[in-house]
């Protein structure tokens, strides 16, 4: 086995060593460079295939392929990689609409060569062939598909070209990525002017689009945009959704509604498009929604019912719209919704450095800024250059180059106070809410703690609530557009392959125009128990499963089992260095085939187990710790070791101890005393665990670019800076503490 892995080593170092002839003339003269890509392409492929894929990996494989297989002009298996590609991406034909502009342009110099005819003239012949061709629901997200950044793809060209300069060779990985990069700027360059345009004429053949500002009572301007199919001429339904995230996709919402037959409306938040009020997320959408539904219900072409529909900021947008419902409002369908204060911009009450990049992204123009957003390599520096800093957490934007009064009034509020409960129902609140709602989320959706605390609270403070759940192997994508065939890497199974976008439209139809109720929604709580390819249907979240397995935190070498309660109290110790922002990650070997990096954390590993399991909730249970400071932040992973030696994440948990009982007023913890930490608010996960598996937990300490730094000084966490960090922290971690994880036993 060694062996072999030496080997594979050895053909990854030649892979990357490889070099091909590429002039450097072609660095500055065009016509050159049109001359020898196409080479170059095909040098490139045969090393491409030789690479070693997973079958998960193989959409990436494939994705890489019709790309260079288009460089190469090999139109025609450029499109058989790309159709296969987008089998394996979704199911149904579900993706069909991916990277369309490719399958464009390719179809165009087929058609060239074919007919003998010009550019512009084929483009038009493909473009009309394949807009009649697709199924109707996907021809709103055409126009997304279609809006290639032509500016940012001509920059990343010249960007590889200019590490070019002055060389006649370039290795596989420049060469690959400049392949690349010079298929996005050919495509969109030469389609994009014109295929905009013929969308743009064929979608008024189907469809009637206005904008209009709407004037607020209070003075504030907000721009709407509103769809409906020319067929419709009588009053129908309102979808409506609340958007901060202006641009493009205002048109896929509102065409998205309009093809399901009803009327689509968008609404851009303060400071968006025509809007010149102050763009403060989050904080105004309760009360501007509520005039922006009256409005909407009085219009000749609603029948007076509205319903909305979003994800994410969207999702929680018609949170804040039933803190207050209008009469007109019939039904929301919030989709990973974000929870406001629960999980973002903090989760557990630990901010995220992630928050300054969205602020920017929202407020940096009047729609936003996705090439500063999708810089990578810029935000890892930042956050990276913020951490070795040891300065202060509040620090943040002025060494991002740009001050935020946002980002520090969110500082501002670290326990859930009244900032935070005004912007969505609370407590009683929930009470009042008497419309049907349908929330979707997935077990991979980073805002699934906010969507279940929405679904919790209202079934909590509601008991008539009629509010139901649908729950699968899903991502924060996936949970407000279909099931991706893969999910991290792992296909998921084909009854969860749906499209959400038809739930939620059939949802509307049921509840707005007196339809079927969907078929998948037997009980409130509607969940995909993965590896089993089956749906489960419950009354409530705690029905999910009927027993608990408790895991100690003790070493199984020293005991029976990780299950069982140890006999005697004893610790594990732990130190964290504050003060260390070099140190070098490590890993814990799970198998020949995979490590988990355990940087920060403790492992404990189960035995064998020697049964099927069904782990179906979310991880509960108490850390019984001291320390030697007043505070810390807990970070807990659970993975399945399945018995071929792969991983897989089941759940995970963060929290700031001091806000772990109670999440609005915060409590510090004394040192070097036992205290109690319990572990509330993890991710659901619901799995079939095989017979042969093992599990393993680790539990340890927030510490990393990503989030705050909690150096246990008492001080308020974002003010706090190294100098606070004094001794290493020290914790202990008591073998009687416990994680509790969900069983489903038939």
């Given amino acids: 086995m060694k062996f072999k892995i030496l080997l594979a080593l050895v053909f990854v170092n030649l892979l990357q060593a490889q070099k091909f002839y590429f002039p450097k003339t072609a660095v500055t003269d065009s016509l050159i460079l ?87 003239n084929a483009l038009q012949k493909v473009f009309n062939q394949k807009y009649e061709s697709l199924p109707e629901k996907l021809i709103p997200r055409l ?104 641009g493009g996709i205002d048109d896929f919402f509102g065409k998205r509604a309009a093809t399901y037959n009803y009327v ?17 997320p989050f ?30 900021y969207l999702g929680f947008s018609q949170w804040a719209a039933v803190k207050k419902v209008h009469p007109a409002l019939k039904t929301i369908v919030p989709q990973v919704a974000v929870g406001i204060g629960i999980d973002y911009p903090a989760q ?34 930042i956050f990276t250059k913020w951490y070795k800093s040891g300065k202060s957490f509040r620090s943040l934007d002025k060494i991002s180059g740009k001050p935020s009064k946002i980002f520090q009034r969110w500082l501002d509020h670290p326990g859930y106070d009244e900032y935070w409960q005004k912007m969505v129902p609370y407590k009683e609140d929930f009470a009042k809410i008497n419309i049907p709602i349908l929330t979707t989320t997935g077990y991979y959706d980073d805002d699934q703690i906010g969507a279940l605390y929405y679904f919790k609270q209202h079934h909590q403070y509601n008991k008539n609530a009629d509010h139901y759940l649908v729950i699968g192997p899903y991502n924060h994508g996936g949970a407000q557009s279909f099931g991706f065939t893969y999910v991290n890497g792992n296909p998921i199974d084909p009854v969860a392959r749906i499209s959400i976008d038809d739930l939620a439209f059939s949802w509307f139809d049921y509840i707005l125009k007196g339809g079927k109720k969907p078929e998948i929604l037997k009980d409130r709580i509607n969940f995909q128990v993965m590896n089993t390819n089956t749906w489960k249907h419950v009354a409530d979240l705690d029905k999910m499963h009927n027993a ?63 049964k099927d399991m069904i782990m179906s909730g979310n991880l509960s249970g108490v850390f019984n710790v001291s320390i030697n400071k007043k505070d810390f932040d807990t970070d807990t992973y659970l993975y399945q070791i399945s018995p071929d030696g792969k991983s897989y994440l089941l759940s995970t948990h963060i929290v700031r101890a001091s806000y772990a009982k109670n999440n609005e007023k915060r409590q510090l913890l004394e040192p070097n005393k036992m205290v109690q930490i319990p572990i509330n608010n993890s991710y659901v996960m619901s799995r079939k665990i095989e017979k042969g598996s093992k599990l393993l937990l680790l539990v340890g300490v927030n510490k990393n670019p990503n989030w705050q730094i909690n150096y246990g000084s008492g001080k308020d966490v974002s003010d706090e800076t190294i100098k606070d960090s004094g001794e290493p922290l020290e914790i202990k971690w008591y073998n009687d503490s416990y994680v509790e994880i969900p069983v489903y036993k038939d």
């Fill in 34 to 120: 049109e001359k020898q890509i196409p080479g170059l392409a095909q040098q490139v492929i045969p090393q491409l295939q030789s690479e070693k894929n997973k079958p998960e990996n193989r959409i990436d494989l494939l994705d890489n392929l019709f790309r260079l297989q288009m460089v190469a002009q090999d139109y025609k298996n450029s499109l058989a990689s790309l159709s296969e590609n987008r089998n394996l991406f979704a199911d149904h034909d579900m993706g069909a609409y991916r990277l369309i502009g490719f399958e464009l342009y390719s179809l165009v110099k087929m058609e060239q060569k074919e007919s003998n005819i010009s550019f512009p």
């Fill in 348 to 381: 557990n009450n630990i901010f995220m450095s992630y928050m300054l990049q969205w602020i920017q992204y929202v407020t940096n123009n009047k729609f936003t800024d996705e090439s500063d957003f999708t810089n990578g390599v810029k935000w890892d520096s």
């Fill in 264 to 280: 689509g409306v968008v609404v851009n938040t303060r400071g968006k498009r025509n809007s010149n009020d102050v763009n403060n």
């Fill in 548 to 610: 608990v397995l408790k895991f100690y935190l003790q070493d199984k070498k020293n005991n029976s089992s990780v299950f069982s309660k140890p006999e005697g109290q004893s610790f594990t110790k732990q130190t964290v260095d504050f003060k260390n922002r070099n140190q070098k990650d490590t890993y814990y070997k799970v198998s020949k085939k995979d490590s988990i990096k355990t940087t920060n954390s403790i492992a404990f590993e189960s035995e064998i187990l020697d």
């Fill in 143 to 246: 126009g997304l598909a279609l809006d290639g950044n032509v500016r940012e793809s001509g920059k990343q060209l010249r960007k590889i070209l200019d590490q070019q300069k002055n060389k006649d060779s370039i290795d596989y990985r420049t060469a690959l990525a400049l392949c690349k990069s010079y298929l996005n700027y050919k495509t969109y360059s030469r389609i994009k002017p014109q295929v905009m345009q013929l969308l743009a004429s064929k979608d008024k053949e189907r469809f009637i689009t206005e904008t209009k500002d709407l004037k607020l009572k209070n003075g504030i301007t907000l721009t709407m945009t509103i769809v409906r199919k020319k067929e419709n001429t009588s009053p129908l339904p309102v979808i409506l959704t609340n958007n901060i995230y202006a």
């Fill in 283 to 312: 904080e105004h959408e309760s009360e501007d929604t509520y005039e922006v539904i009256d409005w909407v219900s009085k219009q000749p072409w609603c029948n007076g019912k509205v319903g909305m529909i979003g994800g994410s």
